[in-house]
Structures are given as structure tokens and as C-alpha cells.
């Protein structure tokens, strides 16, 4: 191997250490230590601290905090201690967690600060999207020739950097010729991880090849190329110092788990007996229970933990029924909004983008298009105007000192009356044709179209899609009309907008892709294939698509091609989904700390304060994924904690649709449940501080203050409700299948990913399973399961589990 390819291949192998990190306006929550999932979770988070510096396990406070209020049961935890060595009651084991914890020393300002505050600045410049009036020159030749370009007209860089190599290898060889081939890794890895915010986004973009990187492309060795030369003119360390010495004094004997994760594994425990147990009754009953009359409608939802909530209270108001699939719909599209500068991947990221679907007028509309785009762009250089007025001060002064008190009227309302303002935009909203009344999504496949994705869908790819959406989600009957309802939240002047959006659509509203599924699933010759493959269909089955405002609770209904034979279906269907909006804001209101009985309005005015630092609460909470049929939860409160999957093994005897469960949205929910693990544990690191002191740059990220790492993960507001008091309980994610566990143990036997995210303990699995009582059996590791006791409390810790069979 070249020494070329050499550097290459060392350079994306210590890259693994770093997490992806994607940009904000399509903010895609994931494990920041994704790179490490090979390795047991204790060892990955030591080995994660000593790279990252960031803590891998909830402080001594917390846990005191969790057993104090019987979030983690006193017995299950003294199990858990005698079970891992630890003869011990959880006063002595916290004392002694408590002498291990450390302040992190205060460091004074290094050569490598000043390396990374000009590598940071010429970074931030070069990935712009869109913000800077001025762009970086050169941008379009790459970011080591773009850096090159500038770097000698740069006052704060030593004289040395004018002998910067032509190309980025050649650099990048220079630095390491005092070194041996062996200390490169150690090398790279020292590097890539010093601000690995940036790195994250570089290693992201990179791979994605998006627009962007398209036209100004940066890549890793070209990011270690400059900064190597900084390092070099700076006199700053090229190799690491000898890591200090990890302290383990309270690690048990014989290499047993350490005791912060022994209180962990507890704590989990501890929610997993009442999950568990409050769905094993439910089991039994299901087992006996015939099948129902045809209800009036049903809803798809996403499986997202805050579809949980509405999904009850739409339940309760009438003869509906609920199921939850992943928000993207299952169609891995790139989506061309109408009258949009971008395209997005509407998707989650362990997929890539396989159509391109545009919207476009529809036949009904097409004549109105000059007079639609009027309003639109009147609409757009109003919230042009808005947005330079939040970005710069002087244009602000300017703008209201000329357009006199009626702008600032407009100023103070929006401050001092969000509830009043939220009326007058929807209001406005109202006069302005939606897209979804005036544009139709293409997914009529056109092979003569230009695009680098083939547009739109076959008809075989149509009916695919549909069967495969059923399927999955065991469906057997059809009620008149079958609502696909994506999500989106609505919140203002917030630059993590998008991480409340659909996580299963990269971040991007889910109401696009509920369209598609819906328009696909009208088509008269996909119904007659899908009846063909033995989904029983009736003839007066309407679909039609929603979307879910996770602030507000409002369900928006896309009617516009319903027939007048099911309008009064379509008018009591908004009634109620009127009174479950009221039943869920509230809802969500007491969890935010406001009055309960003004729900709805509380909701819509912290989706209008430009102040509001927590309009929602997000997925903070989120710690169980149920996969199994909705009646196995109907009528349990499940907190909006838990992620639903509908799901009948009874229709999948191959345990094909379980399998593409377990490796699409059970890897996604993983990784939405680590990212929001760690932001709580360690949120200077692993998240991205408060909202208060953000500072955008580039429109692809946050920083803390005027300069730094990019920041990573998920702000303090969205995880803590005081400044001292958590909101989300730090825990990795707790699944529960209703499934055979023969049926289970195949599918992780021919999936060895998976299994080894079970055998790593980076989450957890329990099966109730009909086939055995009804009982439930936890995973263990190596395919190895024991029985489950349900209640509260915990047998004899000197007793022998039962073993399940397979």
C-alpha cells in the first residue's frame, strides 16, 4: 500500500471515534459515540472520556435524586449489586461514587487554542450555507486550496504558513516525518477528536455529497492538512500527552461492571418491571379477544413518543383506531418542495434517497399558478425581512425607525402578546391556498426527467410500498378512511427547529411524505394489485394524508381529492380530532408547567414566542419502544415515554417484517435515545449548552460564544426543566416485542449488528410471548434469555433463573 493510501486509510479508521453531526436545518439526532458500538458500553464510554473528555454515566446527584423519588426501586438496585459483586447497601455505593467524581481543571489558553481559533474561523467560513453576505474566495476549488489561498493574508498565523505544500497529502506527509508509522493513528485521532463538532460535520457532509459539498468540497484529510500546518506554525503538540491514570477504585473485583453502570442497569430495570408489566396482562387478554367491528377511521401515525400522546386521546373520542409506522412512510425519497431553493432527503440517514419527488400544481390549479406564486412571494420577502432583522442589529434600527410605530407595535406585540400573533398568522394562513390544496406530489414514474435520483415511482415500486407499510404493521381490514399523518413542530425563532421535526425524515416535516403514501395508495391499479397480494380493501376506502403539530396537538387534514360520499366522515373526524387536540394540550401543558386548563392556548403561544426558549418538549422523556398491535397498549398510559410500532406476529411467520423493524426503526430509536442520554449526561460535550447563549454560524450550527467546536447535540432546554431538575431520565432504551422468542432469536442469529447492540448493553430486549404464557423473557447475551418477574420487586437474588426456550 502506497504511503498515499496508507495515510487515507488510517485517517478513516480513527475517524469512527467521532460521531456524524448534521447540519441544523435538518438536524438528525444520533449516538455521539456511534463509532464506539463495538465494544461493551462501560468500555466504550471510559474509552470515550479519555478521547472526548466527556462523562459517560449520570453523576452521584442524579442517581441519589432517582432512588430518593422510586424512579429506580430500592430492591431491584440491591439485586443488581449482589448480582455484580458488590456486597454493599446503595448508601456505601454512592458514597464511594461520590469520592471518585472530579472537577475538570480550569486550563489556561495553549498553543492548540490558537490553532483552533483560526482553524474554527476559516471553517466556519468555508461551510457557510448561505449566511454570509461575503463568501470565503475559493471556495469552489476545495477547503485545504481555499485555506491556502487566504492563509498568508492571515495576521494571527506565524510567517510560516506561506510554505504550505500544494496539496493536502503532501502536507499532511510533511507533519508526520518525524514519526514513525505507528504513531499516525494516535496521531489523527488526537486531531479529528480535538474539536469534534466540526470533524462530525465534515465527516457528514462528506459522505452525504450533497448540493453543497458539491460545489465546495471539504473532506478529512483536507481539514487535517490545514490543521496540521497550524499546528506546525504554531509550535503546538503533533502527538498526544501520556493520558493520565483512570481512576477505578470503586470497580468490583474480576473485571465486573462498574458500579455507576450497575446503578444504571437498575435504574432501567426498575422502568422496564412496570413496562413490561402493565402489557402482560394486556397479552393474555389479546389472545382471547375476537376481532372488532370495522372502526371509523384509522390513523397511521409516526412512532415517534409524542404520537403517543394524541393517539390516545383520539382514541377516546370515538370508533378509531391507531397504529404507528416509521414518519417517513417507508418511501426513501428526495423531496422538491414547490417553489423551494432545496431539496431534501426526506429519510432517516441509515437509508439513501432512492426517488426524486417534486410537488407541482395540480390539473384543478394549474391556472391560478401566477397569482399562487404572487401571494407566495409576497409571504417570502416578509419572512426575508424578519430574518434580517433577527441577524442584524443595525438592519433592524434602520427598518423600524423608518416604517415608524406601527413596526414597533408589531415588535411588542410579538414579544408581550405570542398567543394574539399566533392568531393573525393563522389567520393569514387561511387566506393562502396551502401547498398540499395546490400542489400534487409527482410520483408518476418520468424517465426523460433530469434529476440524479430517477423521478418518481413505478408501479410495481407503488404497490411495494403500500404492502410493505401493511405488512409490517399487520393489517387485515380497512376502515372508510385511513389517515397517514406526518409531524412537524412549530416554533419561532429557534435554530433547533428542525430537531423537533420528523427524525425519520432527516429532520424535515412528515406531512411530504404522508402525501406520497397516501396518493400512491388512492391509485385504482395499486388497490387492485394490493387486493391481489390479499389486503382485503373495500371499495369505499378512502387515504388521505395529515400532518401532526407536535406543539400545538393540531392534526391538519390534506382533504382536497376526498369525494362528497365521505365529507361527513371527514367533518365529525375534525370535531373530534378538535377535542383530542384539547385532551393532549393539556397534557403537554402540565409537563411543561402550565395551567392544564388552558392547554391549547398555552401551546400556540409558545409556538409563537420568538422568546420561548422550550416551546415542547421533544422526545425528552423517551425510554421504552413497544413493537407489537396497538390493542397490546390501547387504554395504558405510557407517558408519551414510549415509541409504538404496530406490529402482529401472527401475519409473519417468515419474520420479515420484524426484521425490518429491529434494523431500521429500533437502530433509529437507539440512536435518538443515546444522543438525548448523553446531551443529559454531559451536555458541555455531548450537547450544545443553553439556547440563551447560542450563537448561529453559517446556518449549519451552534456555537457557545463567539468561536470554538461546532456544538454537537441537543441544548439544556430541551432535557431539564430547572436549571438543577432533569426532565428526560438518562436511559437507554428499553425494548419490548410481542413475539415468539424463537422467532426473535432467528432473526438476531442472521443479524450480527444487532446482536451485538444487545450483547454491548447500548439497549436493552424483552419478549412477551404468546407462545409461552404470555410470559415475558429478557435478553441476556450470546441468543440467551431468562423469565422476567413483572412485579415490582425482585426474587430471591441467590435463586436460579428460569431459562426460556427457543
Known amino acids: 500500500m502506497s504511503t498515499e493510501s496508507s495515510i487515507h486509510a488510517s485517517i478513516e479508521s480513527t475517524a469512527e471515534s467521532v460521531g456524524a453531526v448534521w447540519p441544523l436545518h435538518s438536524f438528525v439526532t444520533a449516538n455521539p459515540l456511534a463509532g464506539f458500538e463495538d465494544q461493551p458500553f462501560h468500555e466504550a464510554v471510559e474509552d470515550a472520556q479519555q478521547l472526548l473528555g466527556g462523562d459517560g454515566y449520570p453523576s452521584v446527584e442524579v442517581f441519589r435524586r432517582a432512588v430518593g423519588t422510586g424512579r429506580i426501586d430500592r430492591d431491584v438496585l440491591q439485586n443488581e449489586l449482589t448480582t455484580h459483586g458488590y456486597n454493599i447497601d446503595p448508601e456505601t455505593a454512592l458514597d464511594r461514587m461520590a469520592d471518585t467524581e472530579t472537577d475538570r481543571p480550569t486550563e489556561s489558553v495553549t498553543t492548540m487554542d490558537r490553532v483552533d481559533a483560526v482553524l474554527t474561523k476559516w471553517l466556519a467560513a468555508f461551510l457557510d450555507q448561505g449566511q454570509a453576505k461575503w463568501s470565503m474566495p475559493n471556495r469552489e476549488q476545495g477547503f485545504y486550496a481555499a485555506f491556502r489561498a487566504v492563509a498568508a493574508h492571515d495576521s494571527e498565523i506565524p510567517a510560516g504558513v506561506k510554505e504550505i505544500p500544494d496539496k493536502p497529502i503532501e502536507a499532511i506527509q510533511h507533519c508526520l516525518d518525524e514519526y514513525a508509522f505507528g504513531r499516525w493513528n494516535d496521531i489523527f485521532e488526537y486531531h479529528l477528536t480535538a474539536l469534534p463538532g466540526w470533524t462530525g460535520f465534515i465527516k457528514q457532509r462528506a459522505s452525504k455529497n450533497d448540493a453543497w459539498q458539491s460545489s465546495y468540497p471539504i473532506t478529512l484529510h483536507g481539514y487535517l492538512a490545514a490543521r496540521l500546518t497550524l499546528v506546525h506554525c504554531f509550535d503546538a503538540p503533533v502527538v498526544p500527552s501520556n493520558a493520565s491514570e483512570h481512576d477505578e477504585s470503586w470497580a468490583a473485583p474480576d473485571g465486573a461492571l462498574p458500579l455507576p453502570e450497575v446503578w444504571l442497569t437498575a435504574w432501567e430495570a426498575s422502568y422496564r418491571n412496570e413496562l413490561v408489566g402493565s ?108 430574518r434580517r432583522l433577527e441577524s442584524n442589529a443595525a438592519t433592524a434600527f434602520s427598518f423600524v425607525e423608518s416604517t415608524g410605530i406601527g413596526y414597533g407595535a408589531g415588535l411588542a406585540a410579538r414579544t408581550l402578546l405570542p398567543g394574539r400573533v399566533y392568531d393573525l398568522l393563522d389567520r393569514t394562513d387561511e387566506t393562502v391556498p396551502d401547498d398540499d390544496e395546490f400542489c400534487e406530489p409527482s410520483v408518476d414514474h418520468d424517465p426523460d426527467a433530469t434529476h440524479n435520483l430517477p423521478s418518481g415511482l413505478t408501479l410495481e415500486q407503488k404497490v411495494d410500498y403500500a404492502a410493505t407499510a401493511f405488512d409490517l404493521m399487520g393489517w387485515e381490514q380497512f376502515a372508510r378512511v385511513v389517515v397517514f399523518a406526518g409531524h412537524a413542530s412549530q416554533t419561532a425563532n429557534n435554530p433547533f427547529d428542525s430537531s423537533l421535526d420528523c427524525g425519520a425524515c432527516a429532520g424535515n416535516p412528515g406531512g411530504p411524505s404522508a402525501r406520497v403514501l397516501a396518493t400512491i395508495a388512492n391509485e385504482d391499479a395499486v388497490k387492485a394489485q394490493l387486493r391481489e397480494r390479499g389486503f382485503d380493501i373495500p371499495d369505499d376506502t378512502v387515504f388521505i394524508a395529515g400532518e401532526h403539530n407536535t406543539t400545538t396537538d393540531e392534526v391538519e387534514l390534506y382533504t382536497g381529492d376526498v369525494p362528497e360520499s365521505h365529507q361527513t366522515d371527514i367533518d365529525q ?91 431500521g426503526p429500533m437502530v433509529v430509536t437507539q440512536w435518538i435515545n443515546t444522543q438525548y442520554y448523553f446531551a443529559t449526561i454531559d451536555n458541555a460535550t455531548y450537547g450544545s449548552g443553553s439556547k440563551v447563549t447560542h450563537n448561529p454560524v453559517g446556518n449549519i450550527g451552534v456555537y457557545q460564544g463567539n468561536g470554538g467546536d461546532l456544538m454537537s447535540g441537543l441544548p439544556l432546554q430541551s432535557l431539564m426543566s430547572a436549571d438543577n431538575e432533569l426532565y428526560h431520565q438518562p436511559l437507554r432504551l428499553s425494548t419490548v416485542i410481542h413475539a415468539p422468542v424463537k422467532l426473535i432469536n432467528q432473526i438476531l442469529s442472521e443479524n450480527q449488528q444487532l446482536q451485538e447492540l444487545l450483547d454491548n448493553n447500548w439497549l436493552s430486549l424483552t419478549a412477551i410471548d404468546p407462545q409461552q404464557d404470555h410470559r415475558a423473557f429478557h435478553y441476556e447475551s450470546d441468543l440467551e434469555w431468562t423469565q422476567l418477574e413483572t412485579q415490582t420487586t425482585t426474587p430471591d437474588p441467590t435463586a436460579t433463573p428460569s431459562a426460556c426456550s427457543d
Open 279 to 386: 402489557l402482560t396482562n394486556r397479552s393474555e387478554a389479546l389472545a382471547e379477544q375476537s376481532k372488532t367491528e370495522r372502526p371509523d377511521a384509522q390513523f397511521v401515525f409516526c412512532i415517534d413518543t409524542r404520537s403517543e400522546i394524541i393517539r390516545r386521546h383520539i382514541e377516546a373520542t370515538g370508533n378509531y383506531e391507531t397504529h404507528g409506522y416509521a414518519g417517513f412512510f417507508g418511501i426513501p425519497m428526495r423531496y422538491d418542495g414547490y417553489g423551494s431553493d432545496v431539496t431534501v432527503d426526506a429519510c432517516p440517514p441509515i437509508l439513501d434517497a432512492t426517488h426524486h419527488i417534486a410537488d407541482q400544481p395540480t390539473e384543478q390549479e394549474a391556472g391560478n399558478k401566477d397569482e399562487y406564486d404572487r401571494w407566495q412571494s409576497a409571504l417570502g420577502a416578509g419572512k426575508a425581512t424578519i
Open 573 to 663: 373526524l375534525r370535531t373530534d380530532l378538535g377535542t383530542a387536540r384539547a385532551g393532549a394540550a393539556s397534557e403537554r401543558a402540565g409537563d411543561m408547567g402550565a395551567k392544564t386548563e388552558s392547554g391549547v392556548r398555552e401551546t400556540e403561544r409558545r409556538a409563537a414566542d420568538w422568546a420561548e426558549t422550550r416551546p415542547e418538549w421533544g422526545l425528552a422523556g423517551n425510554a421504552g419502544f413497544v413493537i407489537g398491535p396497538r390493542e397490546l397498549t390501547d387504554g395504558v398510559d405510557l407517558d408519551g415515554r414510549s415509541f409504538l410500532h404496530s406490529y402482529d406476529w401472527r401475519t409473519d411467520s417468515e419474520g420479515d417484517a420484524l426484521e425490518a423493524i429491529l434494523t
